[in-house]
T-cell receptor, first 111, second 112 residues
Framework: NAGVTQTPKFQVLKTGQSMTLQCAQDMNHNSMYWYRQDPGMGLRLIYY???????DKGEVPNGYNVSRLNKREFSLRLESAAPSQTSVYFCASSDGGRVSTFGSGTRLTVV | QQQVKQSPQSLIVQKGGISIINCAYE??????FPWYQQFPGKGPALLIA?????SEKKEGRFTISFNKSAKQFSLHIMDSQPGDSATYFCAARWNTGNQFYFGTGTSLTVIP
């Protein structure tokens, strides 16, 4: 089915470990986004990529890096995980500035 | 600072009733206002959206009412059904077209 695919679905990290969350979309959308969702906080934008080759910081970029590998793929990297990064992470894509499709999320726990 | 304020945090409605969720914003740089529906374990899905030059938009049982002067908008779910039980998020798009700010979410439970 067409959409946004995120991997992994679940991950447990120890403080200080690194990992990369993968995201791919097959809708030929130009823009891609990484959000985190925390209880009582809604969704907060970490980074976004308006088009292939560009990335920009969102509301909460500290502790994260991103790579727009090609038009389809947008990865999120945690270089040194901290307990404050325990969250559910969502990748999304859009065409024309209308966020239309989210992935099913990655539930990350940092212990 | 929460750019988009959403209320209530939770809502319980009888089947067939009307569910109303409210959002407010301050910044006039927002130019597009979507609502998302999220079921447990899933990502949010776009439900309905409105631009600020329109006061109301209806799609089936879902209606957005928009009050530009008051900087408020609301989602009305008519004839609420148990299948509507989910978390609803309002959002606002910055007029540069790429940054969306989300409300904190409303957990809706529709009881039979």
């Amino acid at each position: 089915n067409a959409g946004v695919t995120q991997t992994p679905k679940f991950q447990v990290l120890k403080t200080g470990q690194s990992m990369t969350l993968q995201c791919a979309q097959d809708m030929n959308h130009n823009s891609m986004y990484w959000y985190r969702q925390d209880p009582g906080m809604g969704l907060r934008l970490i980074y976004y990529s308006a088009s292939e080759g560009t990335t920009d910081k969102g509301e909460v970029p500290n502790g994260y890096n991103v790579s727009r590998l090609n038009k389809r793929e947008f990865s999120l990297r945690l270089e040194s995980a901290a307990p404050s990064q325990t969250s559910v992470y969502f990748c999304a894509s859009s065409d024309g500035g209308r966020v239309s499709t989210f992935g099913s999320g990655t539930r990350l726990t940092v212990v | 600072q929460q750019q988009v304020k959403q209320s209530p945090q939770s809502l319980i409605v009888q089947k067939g009733g009307i569910s109303i969720i409210n959002c407010a914003y301050e910044n006039t740089a927002f130019d597009y206002f979507p609502w998302y529906q999220q079921f447990p374990g899933k990502g949010p899905a776009l439900l309905i959206a409105i631009r600020p030059d329109v006061s109301e938009k209806k799609e089936g049982r879902f209606t957005i009412s928009f009050n530009k002067s008051a900087k408020q908008f609301s989602l009305h779910i008519m004839d609420s059904q148990p299948g509507d039980s989910a978390t609803y998020f309002c959002a606002a798009r910055w007029n540069t077209g790429n940054q969306f700010y989300f409300g904190t979410g409303t957990s809706l439970t529709v009881i039979p």
